[in-house]
């Protein structure tokens, strides 16, 4: 099968436009969006997540992208939650990390597998979400897309596998690029999973609403972006500044300078203390 060919029910042409749009995305806010096209094209999804892995006893999310308008929030909040905790009871994360670094792997995960029951209700049941299809680079240092669907969906065909393991490529290169690409920590997810990576102890709900602001979002625009009431979004802030140890705006973009020129180990307190 060629770099760029299609199943009959998905036209070549429309896999060419699909591809070309995400190349054209790289370094850009709208790469994510770009690459959950594609993947919506090729394998049918419903949401897609990035990871970078590593080493052994860390993952990083890079972003998630897709929501559900039944669950407001779901695909940021389940990737924070795998990122932060759940990754560790992914039997397939830990079997391709002993794999030595080569061609791309495309696995297929049900939901009904897996044997966390908190792991399956964060990333899976909550939004029923029935199943996920990876490609993945083994090996230590790695990289992870994810692509999602629901039970609104049948579960992947062979033909959805297949496309990706054709493309994986293509995909996994065109995400390495975003990455070496992209502008520092413009882009919510990948802003708020560096918050959580603190560890001074942020929700992912939390992380969401202090990025937000750091983006330059209102109080208001962040509440109905989130679908929460302006008094929540209050709350999150108040409870994320004392975590974070800021007691004003001017502190949290100071505490974003920081992170974005690559010092991740910030003291967490504010610079007027």
Sequence with gaps: MSPLAATPDVP????VQALGDLVAAIGMP????????????LAGVD????????????????????????????TLRASHDYAQAYWRSDRQMALLAKVPAGAPVVVRR????????????ACYDRAKVIERVSILSPGRSSLMINGYRTAERAPFAAADVERLDVHARLLLAALRQHLCAATPLVDEAGLAGRLCALDCGLSAREAEVVAGMILGETQEGIARMKHISPATVVTYRRRAYGKLGVSNRR??????????????????????E
């Excluded at 709208?30 to 094209?41: N, Q």
């Excluded at 990035?50 to 669950?71: N, Q, S, Y």
């Excluded at 049900?110 to 209700?121: H, Q, T």
């Design 110 to 121: 049900r939901a009904a597998d897996i044997a966390d029951p908190a792991y399956r209700a």
């Design 12 to 15: 070549a042409g429309e896999v």
């Design 30 to 41: 709208s790469f994510p969006h770009r690459l959950l096209d594609a993947l919506r094209l």
């Design 251 to 272: 502190d949290l973009m100071a505490l974003h300078r920081r992170l974005a020129t690559g010092n991740g180990r910030v003291h967490i307190g504010g610079e007027g």
């Design 47 to 74: 949401l897609c997540s990035a990871f970078l892995r590593e080493g052994g006893d860390h993952i990083e999310l890079i972003f998630a992208c897709g929501d559900l308008p039944d669950v407001p929030g779901f």
